[in-house]
Nanobody, 127 residues
Framework: QVQLVESGGGLVQAGGSLRLSCAAS????????MGWFRQAPGKEREFVAV????????YYVDSVKDRFTILRDNAKKMVYLLMNSLKPEDTATYYC????????????????????WGQGTQVTVSS
């Protein structure tokens, strides 16, 4: 089992940057595929990015490709989402998720089913 706590959200102007962090606890962190999701008011939760257990492979939804970067540090049990060139439509609550699903399956499906979730961190991008 793993517990996840996100941080780093806030208010930023369009074109700005933020770094979200996800701190994990649990001895098997390095075994999980890790992902970020977001949910805007009145909308369904949306898959954003995923990284494999080693950190060597990543996959992004088209809307954030070339603007967001997902990273992980297994030694520190941390996952990060670096967000650049932020747009008002990026405004949402961002959630970190851990999954046993292999990265290759997530990449094929274009999304992932999280087995464990954090509580979320709010990102607001003003125009």
């Amino acid at each position: 089992q793993v517990q996840l706590v996100e941080s780093g959200g806030g208010l930023v102007q369009a074109g700005g940057s933020l770094r979200l962090s996800c701190a994990a606890s649990g001895r098997t962190f390095g075994s999980y595929t890790m992902g970020w999701f977001r949910q805007a008011p009145g909308k369904e939760r949306e898959f954003v990015a995923v990284i494999d257990w080693s950190g060597g492979s990543t996959y992004y939804v088209d809307s954030v490709k070339d603007r967001f970067t997902i990273l992980r540090d297994n030694a520190k049990k941390m996952v990060y989402l670096l967000m650049n060139s932020l747009k008002p439509e990026d405004t949402a609550t961002y959630y970190c998720a851990a999954a046993w699903t292999p990265f290759t399956s997530v990449q094929t499906m274009g999304t992932m089913r999280g087995d464990y979730w954090g509580q979320g961190t709010q990102v607001t991008v003003s125009s």
